[in-house]
T-cell receptor, first 110, second 112 residues
Framework: EDQVTQSPEALRLQEGESSSLNCSYTVSGLRGLFWYRQDPGKGPEFLFTLYSAGEEKEKERLKATLTKKESFLHITAPKPEDSATYLCAVQAGSWGKLQFGAGTQVVVTP | EAQVTQNPRYLITVTGKKLTVTCSQNMNHEYMSWYRQDPGLGLRQIYYSMNVEVTDKGDVPEGYKVSRKEKRNFPLILESPSPNQTSLYFC???????????FGEGSRLTVL
């Protein structure tokens, strides 16, 4: 059975304290791995798509990487505005189905 | 402005009273999908549609129906809602080379 697991469930950081979020997956035929950011009361907002092992994407203080079994979202020198829930999603097999992890809630304090 | 619009945003209803949550997108996307979000469970896919008149089940389709008669609209129908369908619902459409999903603002449904 396909599974997407995110860790940790919650992360509290001081401003400037870099850290990494993990998304591990067990699926057959990965087509793409996606990262989203979700603010309270809002719909998820797209961050990155990764398609193959070794691929990396960057945007401001965020960098996403992909291996054959997991993806990492690195947050470098975070600011309070980076506080959000970060969601990982995997598309495998069918182009229509998308499976999300439960998310990591990140709080960055000044 | 490119957007996905859901209505209603908030709804309290009673068991068994049929309801429809509408979803409309203005980006001419072929793919649309519905998700429910529950604490600790994340987003779970209910149904998706690859194009007009083409729909398929996601991971949690029981108790829901969908239709896709026009490209821009993808309503979610609860024929006989039950309390376990109390949840936050998101509609999304997909487009562009990145395969990114564009989400609506969500519809919070409470079934008493």
């Amino acid at each position: 059975e396909d599974q997407v697991t995110q860790s940790p469930e919650a992360l509290r950081l001081q401003e400037g304290e870099s850290s990494s979020l993990n998304c591990s997956y067990t699926v057959s035929g990965l087509r793409g791995l996606f990262w989203y950011r979700q603010d309270p009361g809002k719909g998820p907002e797209f961050l990155f798509t990764l398609y193959s092992a070794g691929e990396e994407k960057e945007k401001e203080r965020l960098k996403a990487t992909l291996t054959k079994k997991e993806s990492f979202l690195h947050i470098t020198a975070p600011k309070p505005e980076d506080s959000a829930t970060y969601l990982c999603a995997v598309q495998a097999g069918s182009w229509g189905k998308l499976q999300f992890g439960a998310g990591t809630q990140v709080v960055v304090t000044p | 402005e490119a957007q996905v619009t859901q209505n209603p945003r908030y709804l309290i209803t009673v068991t068994g009273k049929k309801l429809t949550v509408t979803c409309s997108q203005n980006m001419n996307h072929e793919y649309m999908s519905w998700y429910r979000q529950d604490p600790g469970l994340g987003l779970r896919q209910i149904y998706y549609s690859m194009n007009v008149e083409v729909t398929d089940k996601g991971d949690v389709p029981e108790g829901y129906k969908v239709s896709r008669k026009e490209k821009r609209n993808f309503p979610l129908i609860l024929e006989s809602p039950s309390p376990n369908q109390t949840s936050l619902y998101f509609c999304a459409s997909r487009g562009g080379s990145t395969g990114e999903l564009f989400f609506g603002e969500g519809s919070r449904l409470t079934v008493l």
